[in-house]
Nanobody, 123 residues
Framework: VQLQASGGGLVQAGDSLRLSCVTS????????MAWFRQAPGKEREFVAT????????VYGNAVKGRFTISRDGAKNTMFLQMNSLKPDDTAVYFC?????????????????WGQGTLVTVSS
């Protein structure tokens, strides 16, 4: 299973970025997918997940109202639209995939991980 995240970069506070995570059709159709992030010296943090069966999004408290998770079945791609970015959003962002789990907000709830894409927000 391969997950390829992209779209990170250096932006200023208040700017927007859109991350993408491409995977195979098999993975996209079989698993829930999610975004996590990890800042230097901190634990991996849940950002958002989107349910495979109905597309319902769930967001971490730190990004509610600013970030939007979505997916495109035709492209086997998950997106994370990030608006009103803050310096605290600076982190490596990872996409993940895994079966339905009560641990959807924890890294252990996902079986497969992409390589990460760095987002840096300057003040």
């Amino acid at each position: 299973v391969q997950l390829q995240a992209s779209g990170g970069g250096l932006v200023q506070a208040g700017d927007s970025l859109r991350l993408s995570c491409v995977t195979s059709e098999r993975t996209f159709s079989a698993y829930n997918m999610a975004w996590f992030r990890q800042a230097p010296g901190k634990e991996r943090e849940f950002v958002a997940t989107i349910r495979r069966n109905d597309g319902t999004p769930v967001y971490g408290n730190a990004v509610k109202g600013r970030f939007t998770i979505s997916r495109d079945g035709a492209k086997n791609t998950m997106f994370l639209q990030m608006n009103s970015l803050k310096p605290d959003d600076t982190a490596v962002y990872f996409c993940a995939a895994g079966p339905m789990s009560l641990n959807y907000a924890l890294p252990r709830g996902y079986r497969y991980w992409g390589q990460g894409t760095l987002v840096t927000v300057s003040s």
